[in-house]
């Protein structure tokens, strides 16, 4: 990976890490709302419909546990992004260095 020498502007870089950060959340729940969703329906169908949403169902909780994973991937980037170019931007600052 090549080093990019331009200077970054680290309150553009934290902000769009905080509507990231929004987008994750909204996924979150936009994950959990489908699931509930689906154990609702379940409920009232039967037989072979009750079958099949029961299938669907499972296979959303584990669709659901590995969105989980991965947004809290994001979220965890996300958050060492913004810290390590802060901290890079102090390290350079002038009042730093003496």
């Known amino acids: 990976m090549t080093m990019n020498r331009e200077k970054v502007d680290p309150a553009r870089v934290a902000a769009a890490a905080e509507r990231a950060g929004e987008t994750v959340a909204a996924v979150r729940t936009e994950v959990a709302l489908l699931l509930t969703e689906l154990t609702s329906i379940e409920g009232l169908a039967r037989g072979g419909a009750a079958l099949a949403l029961d299938g669907v169902a499972q296979q959303w909780r584990a669709t659901q ?34």
Do not use: C, G, I, M
């Not at 965890?76 to 730093?96: F, I, K, N, Y």
């Open 65 to 98: 546990v590995q969105v989980e994973v991965a947004l809290d991937d994001v979220a965890r980037a996300l958050a060492d992004a913004v810290e390590a170019l802060q901290t890079s931007q102090a390290a350079a600052s002038p009042t730093h260095s003496r």
